[in-house]
């Protein structure tokens, strides 16, 4: 199962199912942290899927609310 699968293709839905697939699988909360899903949408904004970014972006941000980074990223 790959987790970041579903975020490279701009689907925050899809990512989150993988995610509890392998949470299922390995019986392990994973979280998935801030500069993980940073790079995710930025890989998003080099290949111009502009409004997958900010689906990313705007996730981070509602996870990290205390972080500069989320918020001038989502900026």
Known sequence: ???????E???MR???TNLRQVIEVFRYPIHPGEE???SCGYNQLMIHHIQNAITIF???????????????SLG
């Open 58 to 72: 705007m996730e981070n941000t509602l996870r990290h609310p205390d972080s500069f980074n989320t918020c001038n």
């Open 1 to 7: 199962m790959q987790v970041k699968t579903g975020i």
């Open 36 to 38: 993980f899903l940073n």
């Open 9 to 11: 293709q701009g689907s």
């Open 14 to 16: 899809q990512f989150t």
